[in-house]
């Protein structure tokens, strides 16, 4: 609490910011370096009204926009509550996982599960465009993010770019940086899918979720420059650690004209 107090003494403004801003700051920037854990329970409004000497009006609108950022959730006579924050990829711009993250101020890393050599399936041979059963590299990794297991990535390359990647480290460098950094491949769009599936035993296992918990799957065929894909892969996403943000705009479409004969043209 008196950390709490002293983050809201400290906090420089040229402008002077309205007093529930800075009581929201504050919490805000408690909850996002960890002082206030996922499901912890915030002090009452009656305590962050005698610290802070405000109104408890003052108090329920910094509390109100936190819970409008998502940050907090309250429970009927039970009080305010930490929300377990969801990591957010802009889906509209090709970054890799790690590099996204790290942007945002979280830590993450990888395990590295399996590296071999397989047969293209009908679905790997079709996006990475190579004659069915041909040679593929599959890399399997599973990803943290805050120490904690939110994805399984599982990656098939051209037998070429396989080769190079796998010799990299794979644990802590994200694909994209090796791909353009060690093999000089630019890195141009994507093709992607994104739907809904059920975790399996053993991806439950491994993402540390119960079986049949939804999981957000991104199927994703990455291509060069020169539009020749480079990789394909299927990321499983724990659903309650993760969201998929895209910006979308509508195509301008002529307008309609009414004739003077009242006909649509």
């Keep these: 609490m008196k950390k709490l107090k002293a983050k809201i003494e400290q906090t420089p403004s040229i402008i002077p ?3 529930f801003m800075k009581i929201k700051e504050a919490i805000r920037e408690k909850i996002l370096d960890g002082t206030y854990s996922a499901h912890d329970k915030l002090p009452s409004e009656r305590e962050l009204t005698e610290l802070f000497k405000v109104s408890r009006i003052t ?6 926009d936190l819970q409008r950022e998502g940050l907090i959730f309250k429970i009927n006579g039970k009080g305010t509550f930490v929300t377990k924050p969801k990591a957010s990829l802009d889906g509209s711009k090709l970054r890799g996982f ?33 004659p069915r059963e ?6 399997q990794r599973l990803r943290y993010l805050n120490r904690s297991p939110i994805s399984l990535d599982i990656t098939y390359f051209q037998p070429h770019i396989g080769q190079l990647v796998a010799t990299a480290d794979l644990e802590r460098c994200d694909i994209f940086s090796i791909l353009e950094n060690e093999c000089g491949i630019t890195l ?3 093709r992607v899918n994104i739907e809904a599936v059920l975790s399996d035993e053993k991806m439950s296992g491994l993402l540390n979720v119960e079986e049949g918990t939804p999981i957000l799957h991104i199927e994703r065929t990455i291509l060069d420059n020169g539009k020749k894909p480079v990789l394909y892969e299927n990321l499983f996403y724990r659903g309650d650690a993760f969201k998929y943000s895209i910006a979308i705009e509508r195509e301008n479409q002529p307008l309609s004209k009414i004739d003077s004969s009242g006909e649509i043209t």
């Design 17 to 19: 910011m309205p007093l």
């Design 59 to 64: 108090v329920r609108q910094a509390l109100a």
């Design 98 to 130: 790690g590099e996204a993250m790290s942007a945002l101020g979280y830590e993450s890393f990888s395990k590295l599960l399996s590296v071999r050599d397989i047969q293209a399936t009908q679905q790997v041979a079709k996006n990475l465009s190579i």
């Design 134 to 139: 041909s040679l593929v590299k599959k890399i």
């Design 188 to 190: 141009g769009d994507a």
